[in-house]
């Protein structure tokens, strides 16, 4: 039942977000096909060998499919943020948290139920912009249709992993402005730590360690086609992490006293 | 049937309604074989505990005030019929001497004190 | 014996602060109307939220509705309705909502009472619990606890932000919906007026002890108020003595029965017996866990000597 009250919080947010995700999708669609026509347009009438035989189709799906980067970071860590505030920890703040349980349902079953909701939902958000590009990414190039989707499994790993620290740090603050305070902090220090380590220390990381770097978006740096299985490998190693948070979660709420 | 209790008083709420189930019985508001409400009823009105009303209807019945039928609901009764007026009488004579006490300590003269009783008794109506 | 809804053993709860709970033995019988008594910072919403599973307790044991405290939680918060301390739900949901929320939970919720409470409270449906009064919340808590069929109610500080009229109504429900059928309430409050006409059964709470369960109306057909005076310096100690208060030669002495052996002890000793009066509710709970000031008029005061 609990899980009903986090629709209800939730679901206005979800439509704005999935709808704005789909329309940017469809934006960077429409902007990369009109470049792509002009492209065309120029070889057409162009007289120089070299760009004569340039593939634009190939590369004008690779620029579409890349900018999704630039749209689906700061929208994955703010869907996740976002969510993360609203989550079960802010009953504490609201005083609500003595009616919550209270009700006979075990207590795991309110923080998995709530992690869930929020997890399928930022699946929905992220996806949005795939949906949204591929009709315009499939007029382009063929080849890069089937990798308007490579970035979701990673990024969506990685927002719910954000999702669980935030959820987790919300419910240890109880209150949502707290959390998401923490959880950047976290997300900061994760990202620049290391580095700093690397840079100043001179301590060098394992490779596995590497791959939960944050610098997983990077993976158009060494090749032109993305590797899909590494691809799922680090999207698979972020879903574990992922899961750790809930079970916190869980720990600490079965701890709690009011 | 308006009963009052006050429960902030050191006497038993049901001592309460016992008394004015009495007294109502006995001023001939109620006549036998009419209804009183039923002990969730009472309660309910009074705001009691249920309890309490049960307990007084309970004294009640056994002092004959009222009958309980098997299927439910509560009358008034005609007292104890079995009983003998000497018993009555028994029953009477503390009532009677707390009269006589208080009305010597207070110096009163025991013409004075037997109007009295005879007002309230022309109060009530007479004999039910 | 009847059954006992919820029964305590040496109950205990420490905080590092203060020991809010220490050693309680409650008993709740089947049925009972049981007022829980005591000051602000007694101990009552702190015995309450172990019973319920808020809280752990330190030591001791309790079993509400023959559950286990400890184990039992989710068996326990099936069969009992709770109204809380603080009347605070979800700010974002309406009325309406709050009750398919909460219906969810219980298979034996009743639509049928929640309508007749609701036009009968007047409790607003649509607007949400966020910006409903004091006065419209606490009558949701109750809604939701009320229509649950719950076997037992829980119900912390009830009257709390109530209108008088309110209050009666409630009273009246709790009276004719839940106590004729047999339920069992427990009521936790320093509302003595209201408790004293509904409960039967009195539970009086100080620093987290229970200093009496008694039924009230033992109270009042046996308990007596006995002032005496005398210069008696040895103790008088008897079973039934629950408390005493000394002002200079004047003593007060609350007993719980046999008042009249009392009084012919207090005689051969040597003091001089002056009344022996019947008392209320507030009495008694004044004199467990009153604090007398000093009078005014050059009486050095009083000191108050524990039972």
Known sequence: MYRWKSWCDSRQRLALYAATCLALGLLTGMQHWAYYFRALAWQSVSTNRFFEAWDISFWSGYGAVASLATFMLPAMIWSSLAFGATSVGREYGAGAMPFVLTRPQPRWRIVWDDWALGAAEICIILSMFSIGLAPFVAQISRIWLGFSGVMLPGVVAVGICLYGLTQFLTLLTGSGAKGVSFAVAVVLFYNFFPAALEQWWHVHWPSKILDLSLSMFSMFDSWWIPDLAQQWKIAALWSVVALIFPFLSQWLIERREI | MILHVNTSSGVPVYLQIESQVKHVVAAAALKEGDALPSVRKLATELRVNPNTVARAYQNLEREGVIRTVPGGGTYVANGLPGLLKSEKLRRLRPLARQLAVESTQLRVNPDETLKLVEDEFSQLGGRK | ?307
Request: proline share 4%.
């Open chain 3, 1 to 307: 014996m009847t059954e006992t809804v919820i029964s305590t053993q040496g109950l205990t709860k420490v905080y590092p602060d203060v020991r809010a709970v220490d050693g309680l033995d409650l008993n709740v019988p089947r049925g009972a109307v049981y007022g829980f008594l005591g000051r602000n910072g007694a101990g009552k919403t702190t015995t309450i939220r172990t019973l319920l599973g808020l809280a752990r307790p330190t030591a001791g044991s309790a079993q509400v509705l023959g559950l286990d405290i400890r184990k039992d939680t989710v068996a326990i918060l099936q069969r009992t309705g709770f109204v809380p301390e603080t009347k605070q739900l979800f700010d974002s949901l309406t009325t309406d909502q709050l009750i398919r929320f909460n219906r969810g939970y219980f298979p034996k919720w009743s639509d049928a009472l929640a309508e007749r409470y609701i036009s009968l409270f007047e409790i607003p449906r649509k607007r949400p619990f966020g910006k409903l009064s004091l006065g419209n919340r606490t009558k949701v808590c109750h809604l939701l606890a009320l229509c649950q069929g719950a076997d037992l109610l829980i119900m912390d500080e009830p009257t709390s932000g109530l209108d008088p009229v309110m209050v009666d109504l409630l009273m009246r429900v709790l009276i004719e919906d839940h106590v004729s059928e047999g339920r069992t309430v427990f009521v936790s409050s320093h509302h003595l007026s209201e408790v004293e006409r509904i409960a039967d059964w009195i539970g009086i709470i100080e620093g987290g002890k229970l200093l009496l369960e008694a039924r009230l109306e033992d109270i009042r057909q046996n308990f007596r108020l006995v002032t005496a005076s005398g210069d008696s310096a040895s103790e008088v100690a008897a079973p039934n003595l629950i408390s005493k208060r000394r002002a200079e030669k004047f003593h007060r002495y609350l007993v719980s029965r046999e008042a009249d052996d009392f009084v012919t002890r207090l005689r051969a000793q040597g003091m001089t017996v002056l009344e022996v009066s019947p008392v209320n509710l507030g009495e008694v709970f004044l004199g467990l866990a009153g604090k007398e000031l000093p009078c005014i008029a050059g009486n050095p005061g009083v000191t108050r000597a524990s039972a």
